[in-house]
Nanobody
Framework: QVQLVESGGGLVQAGGSLRLSCAAS????????MGWFRQAPGKEREFVAA????????YYADSVKGRFTISRDNAKNTVALQMNSLAPEDTAVYYC?????????????????WGQGTQVTVSS
């Protein structure tokens, strides 16, 4: 089993940057794809970015492509989300999760071991 803890959220002005981190425990971390999702009040949880087990393949939602970068350090059991050029529309609780074996890299239903989430608020 994998347990995940997100950190790095906070309040930033539009145009600013934040770096989120997801710390993982468990021996299977290095063999699992990982993803970031976000959820704003009254909205469905949506895909943000994902990365395969080795870090050699990445996936991004159109809304964040070119602004966000997902990465992982398997030696440290961490996954990061670098967020640049933040806008108020990015305000949400951000979650990391582990991809289920054989699942997609986009659908939240194909992920498990969800963290507790970290709040990101972008002011205009």
């Amino acid at each position: 089993q994998v347990q995940l803890v997100e950190s790095g959220g906070g309040l930033v002005q539009a145009g600013g940057s934040l770096r989120l981190s997801c710390a993982a425990s468990g021996r299977t971390f290095s063999s699992s794809g990982m993803g970031w999702f976000r959820q704003a009040p009254g909205k469905e949880r949506e895909f943000v970015a994902a990365i395969n087990w080795s870090g050699g393949r990445t996936y991004y939602a159109d809304s964040v492509k070119g602004r966000f970068t997902i990465s992982r350090d398997n030696a440290k059991n961490t996954v990061a989300l670098q967020m640049n050029s933040l806008a108020p529309e990015d305000t949400a609780v951000y979650y990391c999760a582990r991809r289920s074996p054989g699942g997609s890299y986009y659908d939240s239903k194909d992920f498990e071991n969800w963290g507790q989430g970290t709040q990101v608020t972008v002011s205009s």
